[in-house]
């Protein structure tokens, strides 16, 4: 069964510095997301992706982050300054047009000392 | 704007008896709605999912949720429950293609 695929599992980054989440999208869907889930929180909504364009995005989505699909399977998030709040699993999803079940990659444990 | 009120944070529950999982939404589109589990330390997989059709949908581990637009409700539901079964449960609303806005979660603590 095709799935999200998400790198690195876990990434420990110091304050200040700049951090690429990856993911691998399921190869034939069209809509992208990114969610993060703070220790013990909800999940929230990050940003969406569609046509090689932002289609929507969170007010936590401000100007330290940027999306972007370099090549036809590549999905990353950036995050250019890093702050300790920036701590939190974050999550990759996609689904295709038809089908509305966002598949969800298994996480990005993200931790800013 | 949409959102989900998970009414109950933590449910423990004894081995073998039923649950029910609260989930209300408010939404000014149509709804799409849809619960995930969380195991410890795992990702959000998908249980069950409403689009349309029946209000009585069926998900995997023996799971089901009724979708009740009186009440805007979709609760989720299982006769006896297992102590695999612990875990956080999120509900979730969308209008589409659109993200998923998400209840807080409700852990459910399956007792031997």
């Known amino acids: 069964e095709p799935e999200v695929t998400q790198t690195p599992s876990h990434q420990v980054t110091q304050m200040g510095q700049e951090v690429i989440l990856r993911c691998v999208p399921i190869s034939n869907h069209l809509y992208f997301y990114w969610y993060r889930q703070i220790l013990g929180q909800k999940v929230e909504f990050l940003v969406s992706f569609y046509n090689n364009e932002i289609s929507e995005k969170s007010e936590i989505f401000d100007d330290q982050f940027s999306v972007e699909r370099p090549d036809g399977s590549n999905f990353t998030l950036k995050i250019r300054s890093t702050k300790l709040e920036d701590s939190a699993m974050y999550f990759c999803a996609s689904n295709n047009r038809e089908s509305l079940e966002q598949y969800f990659g298994p996480g990005t444990r993200l931790t800013v000392t | 704007a949409q959102s989900v009120t998970q009414l109950d944070s933590q449910v423990p529950v004894f081995e073998e008896a039923p649950v029910e999982l609260r989930c209300n939404y408010s939404s000014s589109v149509s709804v799409y709605l849809f619960w995930y589990v969380q195991y410890p330390n795992q990702g959000l997989q998908l249980l069950l999912k409403?689009?349309?059709?029946?209000?009585l949908v069926k998900g995997i581990n023996g799971f089901e949720a009724e979708f009740n637009k009186s009440q805007t409700s979709f609760h989720l539901r299982k006769p006896s429950v297992h102590i695999s079964d612990t875990a956080e449960y999120f509900c979730?609303?969308?209008?589409?293609?659109?993200?998923?806005?998400f209840g807080k979660g409700t852990r459910l603590s399956v007792i031997a």
């Open positions: 409403y689009l349309s059709g029946s209000t």
């Open positions: 979730a609303v969308s209008g589409g293609n659109t993200p998923l806005v």
